[in-house]
């Protein structure tokens, strides 16, 4: 019977194993294979390297303003995420009339794919056809069309609106699930005791939401140092580089300038990063905890 059982679990996980196996195992294993070989595109592996790709990470010149304008569009990102997914979470979370129309309305653009919503954002910053111009010049706003993405600043706050837009109602959802699992027993005995709505929101719901938070918060993180579609499709990492991030760097690398090995080895650098930010966000939620 043990056998039994043993074996019906192992056929159960072996899907998932191989799953996992094909399509993380194997590639991270290429990737890492590829980091450490002179690996042309077109050519194939040349054979190995190392250490020249990783040696050759910091003297490219795009390397360094791409890690800085990322870390730069991360903090905007998760700040302005996690307070607006934060505050629309609180707005909805009662049950009176019209909740569930708001609820549904602020996560429909999550339903819309990054690729998808991008093209459209791209479509309302354009001089020629987008409708923002137009209104704001109807208003009297301006005089003339502004351009949205022809600047570094502009390209990148507005980028920022459309991810903000695209995810603030997904990160509602999950704090609204964690405001929900707050007993309002809680809050009863704190007004009892005399407790104002700041008061109670500082001492009981932002500490019972953490766990909810701390998820916000690393899947924000994670999500905004990985950013490629938004900028690929909006700025083309323009004007004059100012919005390249990391990833497209790494695509830059391996499809423009045909050099696997290079793109590989900043992958591992950035995986390696990730990881180790990971793993001190979790720790750090956890002694809070």
Same mark, same amino acid.
């Given at each position: ?10 056929? !159960? ?86 909740? *569930? ?23 309302? !910053?354009?001089?020629?056809? *987008? ?41 509602? %959802? %999950? ?18 005791? *005399? ?22 918060? %690393? ?71």
């Amino acid at each position: 019977m043990r056998y039994s059982r043993k074996l019906a679990g192992a056929a !159960y996980a072996a899907p998932v194993a191989v799953f996992v196996l094909v399509f993380f195992i194997a590639p991270l294993l290429l990737v890492g294979r590829m980091s450490a070989s002179d690996w042309p595109l077109l050519a194939g592996d040349l054979g190995i390297n190392m250490p020249d790709n990783y040696a050759g990470i910091a003297d490219n010149p795009l390397f360094w303003p791409a890690v800085g304008f990322t870390l730069k569009y991360t903090g905007i990102v998760v700040v302005l995420l996690i307070g607006l997914s934060l505050l629309l979470a609180l707005i909805v979370a009662g049950r009176s009339k019209g909740t *569930g129309f708001f609820r549904t309305a602020y996560f429909l653009p999550t339903t819309l794919g990054l690729a998808s919503a991008s093209l459209l954002f791209f479509g309302f !910053y354009s001089p020629v056809i *987008g409708p923002l111009d137009p209104i704001l010049q109807w208003l009297g706003l301006t005089d003339e069309p502004i351009s949205w993405l022809g600047t570094p600043t502009a390209a990148l706050w507005s980028t920022v609106v459309l991810i903000v837009w695209k995810f603030a109602g997904f990160f509602m %959802i %999950i704090l609204l699930v964690g405001l929900q699992s707050i007993p309002p027993d809680v809050y009863e005995a704190a007004r009892l005791d *005399g407790a104002s709505p700041w008061q109670s929101f500082a001492h009981i719901t932002v500490p019972l939401l953490r766990p909810a938070l701390g998820l916000v918060l %690393i899947l924000s993180v994670t999500g905004s140092l990985l950013a490629f579609d938004q900028f690929f499709i909006l700025t083309k990492g323009g004007p004059d580089n100012s919005t390249v991030t990391v990833v497209q760097l790494i695509y830059r690398e391996a499809f423009q300038r045909f050099d696997l090995g290079a793109a590989a080895a900043i992958s591992v650098v950035v995986l390696g990063a990730l990881l180790v930010l990971n793993i001190s966000q979790f720790r750090a939620l956890r002694k809070d905890h």
